[in-house]
């Protein structure tokens, strides 16, 4: 998100970005972000319901004109939240990679409600250097072409999602564009050797090369066996109760229902076997950079990185970065590294905007799209095999200088396609 802010603000230098969703107090000072008269219910089904009331007060209010009737002085029709969508310029949608069918249908009426509210009102709307899809069953296809038809730009980050969306037959301009991310930078040198060294990462007693990985606490539900009903159904049942709960109750009967801890387990414990095997066959450090702290959240990855450090017996030649740090501190400390394998998509895009060898460990089709759009697609790995990283990491290792070139070559083109997010971006105000 501060990403996306930084590239809006170089194209609209006079603007107020008025923020709905819940964010930290920190980011909306740092970016001179507004925020909204109204935060955003945090709760899937409360959010549903608002938009619903919403749409039907709408509706109302126009009714009224109609008649020749003022609505204006109607307690029914005096809602802030309302007025907020009416009084913007333009709509701009970051959903990221949550409007598809993975995301379940609860999610996708979630996302969709919204948008199909804002086109009500005939605003603009840029669904904003996302990835998109896929979709395959009939109430999925149905929902995301009657919502993106009514949008008016589709920034998609990478071609996976332009393939998608391809299928359904869209009408409204599309555009793949690359993701913002790509040219977020990181802290200073100086601001990183001090992380290091409080962090005792201290490059004259550690083994070369220094491989940084980055764990993603949700994989254990992302990587579940589609045969197995069962694990399905634990799975289904988690995703309705947390998009149906408020956070602290959910999170009270997560503490009571086990959901996914078992997947988690097996999952750290094979993680375990790798990070090993990577020391050993490779001779280097092997270092675990937490890359998302969600305080609040019920999959935080610093938790649960410090869970898979707790079970690596021999220490000696691991590091585990303890503190929790900026998103600018954290590309930092990645940019560090000499190799790099990632959960996490954005972890691995702070790897490869510094041209570093990269791994990537995809639980979902926009990593293809990333790293193909990067020519490093030979170096992702389908899920998480031991075997199959250590094979990817070799030849990282050996090709690694003829990596760091061809990156810092395809990093030029990125740059202009990030740029190209605000530009089209700023064409549909003009355009108005």
Not at 51 to 70: D, E, P, V
Request: net charge positive.
């Amino acid at each position: 998100m501060a990403s996306s802010v930084k590239i809006l603000r170089q194209f609209f230098t006079d603007v107020i970005f008025t923020m709905f969703n819940h964010c930290d107090e920190i980011i909306f000072n740092k970016y001179d972000l507004n925020r909204s008269k109204w935060q955003m219910p945090r709760t899937g089904v409360v959010r549903i319901g608002l938009f619903l009331s919403l749409f039907l007060q709408y509706n109302l209010k126009n009714m009224f004109k109609k008649f020749g009737l003022s609505p204006n002085n109607a307690i029914l029709f005096n809602n802030n939240i309302l007025t907020e969508y009416e009084n913007a310029d333009l709509i701009i949608h970051m959903t990221m990679d949550a409007y598809s069918e993975k995301a379940g249908i609860l999610a996708m009426i979630d996302k969709s409600i919204e948008i199909l509210l804002c086109a009500l009102i005939e605003k603009p709307i840029v669904m904003f250097a996302q990835s998109i899809g896929p979709f395959h069953s009939w109430p999925y296809t149905s929902l995301a072409k009657l919502t993106l038809n009514k949008t008016s730009l589709i920034l998609l980050r990478e071609s996976t999602s332009h393939e998608n969306l391809l299928r359904l037959q869209i009408n409204t301009p599309i555009h793949v564009t690359a993701c913002p991310a790509f040219l977020f930078k990181p802290v200073s040198k100086e601001r990183v050797k001090e992380i290091l060294l409080t962090e005792q990462v201290q490059f004259d007693h550690i083994r070369v090369p220094l491989i940084g990985i980055s764990l993603n606490s949700d994989m254990g539900q992302v990587t579940l066996q589609k045969n197995n009903a069962f694990k399905l159904f634990i799975l289904f049942v988690g995703r309705l109760l947390r998009f149906s709960f408020p956070d602290n109750i959910f999170h009270f009967l997560y503490r009571i229902v086990p959901f996914d801890k078992k997947m988690n387990k097996d999952r750290q414990q094979q993680i375990v076997e790798l990070v090993n095997n990577l020391a050993e066959r490779l001779g280097g450090t092997i270092i675990l950079v937490p890359h998302d702290y969600l305080v609040a959240a019920l999959h935080d990855d610093k938790l649960y990185t410090m869970q898979v450090f707790s079970q690596i017996e021999c220490k000696e030649n691991f590091r585990l970065i303890r503190g929790s740090y900026s998103a600018e501190e954290v590309k930092g400390i990645i940019g560090q590294c000499d190799m790099f394998i990632g959960e996490k998509l954005h972890a691995c895009i702070a790897a490869m905007s510094q041209y570093i060898p990269t791994i990537g460990i995809a639980y979902s089709s926009k990593f293809l799209g990333v790293f193909r759009q990067l020519g490093q697609e030979e170096y992702l790995c389908s899920e998480l095999s031991k075997e199959q990283i250590i094979t990817r990491m070799e030849q990282a290792w050996i090709n690694k200088k003829n990596i760091h070139n061809s990156l810092k070559i395809r990093m030029n083109e990125i740059r202009q396609l990030v740029l190209l997010n605000g530009k089209l971006t700023k064409q549909i105000i003009e355009c108005d």
